[in-house]
T-cell receptor, first 114, second 116 residues
């Protein structure tokens, strides 16, 4: 079945450091890929998405490119801030399940120190 | 506007109580979802409603009873819960009830439930 694998956390960075959170997926069809962010005590917020191969999603300085050849959707940011401290979830939707079931990775906790 | 609202924000209940969680969206979305999330884990899908009809029940115990009174509202009725049901309950909505791959789910802030 479909699955998403994220790098394990927690990831601890200093402010202004470069961020990469790895995400790889397994899917039988042509999935869409998503990054959601969850700040402490809050719900999930859509950070960015890509719906086809080679698409780049971007938002708030974060970017991720849908790489079909490596089945990856790695999240990057050039310069992190303390306010980026959160849990990041990679997810896919393959459209094969009526109701649009999202398949989530395990989440990666990011802590940014001043 | 991509806002999904949930009430209450926090809920504490005993194992014999009956309570309800409420979710509302005004984006014209025709699919709505309930998820359960334990600390430091990804959300787990519980129920999906498409066009106000239950389309997916992920083998959730009957002590959780969903209801979709109209296209904007989703309720989750709780009865005789167990302490292990304590979690963050998230509601989400999306535009396409047939669940095409490009359909995007938007989440509410959640209700943090504690069962004593």
């Amino acid at each position: 079945g479909d699955s998403v694998t994220q790098m394990e956390g927690p990831v601890t960075l200093s402010e202004e450091a470069f961020l990469t959170i790895n995400c790889t997926y397994t899917a039988t069809g042509y999935p869409s890929l998503f990054w959601y962010v969850q700040y402490p005590g809050e719900g999930l917020q859509l950070l960015l998405k890509a719906t086809k191969a080679d698409d780049k999603g971007s938002n708030k300085g974060f970017e991720a490119t849908y790489r079909k050849e490596t089945t990856s959707f790695h999240l990057e940011k050039g310069s992190v801030q303390v306010s980026d401290s959160a849990v990041y979830f990679c997810a896919l939707s393959d459209g094969n399940n009526q109701g649009g079931k999202l398949i989530f990775g395990q989440g990666t906790e990011l802590s940014v120190k001043p | 506007d991509t806002e999904v609202t949930q009430t209450p924000k926090h809920l504490v209940m005993g194992m014999t109580n009956k309570k309800s969680l409420k979710c509302e969206q005004h984006m014209g979305h025709r699919a709505m979802y309930w998820y359960k999330q334990k600390a430091k884990k990804p959300p787990e899908l519980m129920f999906v409603y498409s066009y106000e009809k239950l389309s997916i029940n992920e083998s959730v115990p009957s002590r959780f009873s969903p209801e979709c009174p109209n296209s904007s509202l989703l309720n989750l009725h709780l009865h005789a819960l167990q302490p292990e049901d304590s979690a963050l309950y998230l509601c989400a909505s999306s535009q396409d009830p047939l669940g095409t791959a490009a359909d995007t789910q938007y989440f509410g802030p959640g209700t943090r439930l504690t069962v004593l």
